[in-house]
């Protein structure tokens, strides 16, 4: 026997769901962990700027070691040039001590400058990651709010109440979908087709493919009067999830059109087959 589950399945038994798959506790746990994924990432940083410090020190130790190593070697070269100089009588020693000395300082200046260069590289590189850093933190706060409002608007009953929390959902969020389509259901609540239909039509923009939105959007159709359009844009929800065609049957937005033909054809077609047999 094969267990494995595949999208169909998944999908079939979303569609059969009668309950939400989340509680208020679902949504503390969320919470909870968001928070304990901050405080881990906000001593991640703390770690990662601890090792840098500690790296720009060591380089800094190396760097000063190795040139007072080099500027050491070159006096003892100096030194035991001057002694060969002296023993074969070459009297120009002050000459050969300036070059020298040139030398070294242009080898010294080379390392300051190389090492200067792999600091920077080395704040660079802390610099983004901080900057990922605060974006993530960011993005954890903005989700925290988002699910709380979530479960605020769910806890609701006054339909203002639950519009005002979309808003400021899409506040932060401009292109969330779903809480388009959840203010567009709040606003056909309260008897404002129109503006339904300009909240499901912005949705559809972003997600052609939205279901919720396509369902609103007919029920916003049938408030009005527009039959055609309203039966033609709950087929399209159907053909995304069956489950919009119980929602159908009982949803009061579609009264007017229980006698319809291509209505009762579209939401009852068993119906409409036993009719035919008959």
């Given at each position: ?59 800094a130790d190396k ?25 074969i009588g070459w ?110 039509r912005r949705a ?75």
């Open positions: 026997m094969d267990d494995d589950v595949t999208s169909d399945d998944v999908a079939a038994a979303l569609a059969d769901l009668e309950e939400p798959m989340y509680t208020p506790f679902i949504e503390l746990y969320l919470l909870e962990e968001s928070k304990a994924l901050r405080k881990e990432m906000m001593d991640t940083r703390a770690e990662l700027i601890e090792k840098v410090v500690d790296k720009e020190l060591s380089v760097t000063m070691s190795y040139a007072t190593d080099t500027v050491t070697y070159f006096f003892y070269l100096i030194a035991g040039a001057t002694s060969i100089l002296v023993v009297n120009s020693i002050r000459d050969m001590r300036n070059q020298l000395a040139s030398v070294a300082e242009k080898r010294v200046n080379e390392l300051v400058v190389e090492y200067e260069k792999r600091l920077k590289s080395i704040e660079e590189q802390l610099q983004q990651k901080s900057d990922i850093i605060h974006q993530n933190q960011a993005e954890i706060e903005r989700t925290n709010e988002v699910h709380s409002l979530w479960l605020k608007a769910s806890q609701e009953t006054s339909q203002q109440n639950k519009i005002a929390a979309y808003d400021r959902i899409l506040d932060l969020r401009p292109d969330d979908v779903e809480a388009l389509s959840y203010k567009a259901d709040a606003v056909l609540e309260m008897q404002e087709p129109l503006w339904a239909i300009s909240l499901c559809l923009k972003l997600d052609p493919e939205n279901g919720h939105a396509h369902y609103q959007l007919a029920c916003a159709y049938a408030e009005i009067g527009r039959w055609e359009d309203a039966v033609s844009t709950l087929e399209k929800a159907i053909d995304i999830s069956e489950a919009y065609r119980d929602d159908a049957s009982v949803d009061p937005s579609f009264e007017q059109l229980r006698e319809h033909e291509s209505f009762r054809t579209l939401v009852f077609p068993d119906q409409e087959d036993n009719s035919t047999d008959a």
